[in-house]
């Protein structure tokens, strides 16, 4: 990661330095990518006003969104995945709540088919929410990232993940479900402002220039680290543990996830709130992560498109 700024902001000035900063990507020269246009791996393509996609890439993401549905096998193994967490987790006293990020294409639709998006009603995350219930607790952000864009750019022009005002009205959305009740918008978050080049303009330009975006980050620095992409170059096993003494909620918290969890913003904004966070990149829910660390609630984290890869656990 490049070199970042670290501030301590509101959510309401989050979404001020996001919508300056959205508005200097147009300047950028990804942003004058013909739209339509899919890069030469076929892994990005090009919307409307600067916007960049995740396209047919190793998920065949949008090949997912307008495909026929998942094969029943899927749907029902999953569904039995998330049976069993909640099993694993009521045994164990601890609330689990699994969350699902929207792909850009579903927060952004507008931007990626002028001229209207195709049927998305069959793709896995639907059917999949459709089989499990309430009883799964399976949270799907397309709520909050939708009302985020009244205010605020929800995702980055020119990268796959959101933005901070986006990481935020999905915090908010994790809050109403899982508590504790604190009010996101009077809370006051560490936020990097760094310069870096985003990952789907990489796939158009070279050189691709860096740009200014937010995270949200941890308020103090890992209390832990097993330094494990630093020894293997892999980013599945790759564990942190964040300490807030300060934090408004006192419980301790297991999060297992991806990109979005562990560099993303996701961990770090659970920081601000709760005292401990123990982050881990992984597809499954680890249960001797949980006992060991004697967390007191658990998220589980995916972007939609891995969901096609069933977990383990």
């Keep these: 990661m490049s070199e970042a700024a670290r501030l301590r902001l509101t959510a309401a000035e989050v979404r001020a330095m996001d919508r300056d900063l959205d508005a200097a990507a147009l300047h950028h020269p990804a942003s004058r990518l013909p739209p339509g246009q899919a890069s030469a791996n076929g892994a990005a393509v090009a919307g409307v006003d600067g916007y960049l996609f995740i396209a047919d890439g190793g998920n065949r993401w949008e090949t997912q969104y307008t495909g026929p549905e998942p094969p029943v096998s899927w749907t029902t193994t999953w569904a039995e995945v998330l049976a069993t967490r909640q099993a694993e987790a009521e045994a164990r006293g601890v609330p689990l709540w699994n969350l ?19 049927d998305g009603g069959r793709r896995p995350l639907r059917r999949l929410a459709a089989l499990a219930g309430p009883d799964a607790r ?69 050189p691709n220039p860096p740009q200014d975006r937010l995270r949200l980050a941890a308020p103090h620095p890992r209390a832990w680290d097993n330094r494990h992409y630093e020894r293997t170059g892999q980013h599945t096993g790759s564990r942190y543990r964040l300490a807030n003494p300060e934090a408004p909620d006192p419980r301790r918290v297991a999060l297992f996830g ?7 913003g996701l961990a770090g904004a659970l920081s601000a709130l709760f005292a401990e966070v123990t982050c881990v990149w992984s597809k499954s829910v ?26 383990q656990s």
Excluded: M, N
């Excluded at 006051?188 to 310069?195: I, L, P």
């Excluded at 991806?258 to 993303?264: G, K, N, Q």
């Excluded at 004697?294 to 972007?303: D, G, K, M, V």
């Design 258 to 264: 991806d990109s979005y969890s562990f560099a993303e």
């Design 100 to 118: 699902v990020i929207p792909e850009k294409q579903v927060v952004y639709p507008e931007k990626r088919w002028p001229q209207g998006a195709p």
């Design 286 to 311: 680890l249960w001797d992560v949980v006992d060991e660390r004697r967390a007191e609630l658990a998220f589980w984290e995916s972007a939609e498109r891995f969901l096609v890869s069933l977990p």
């Design 138 to 206: 399976l949270l799907y952000g397309e709520a909050a990232l939708l009302a985020c864009k009244a205010e605020a750019p929800a995702s980055l022009r020119h990268d796959s993940h959101w933005t901070a005002s986006g990481c935020l009205a999905v915090v908010r959305q994790l809050l109403a479900a899982a508590g504790p009740e604190v009010d996101v918008e009077r809370a006051v978050f560490t936020v990097e402002r760094a310069r870096e080049p985003l990952d789907l303009a990489a796939h158009f330009l070279d």
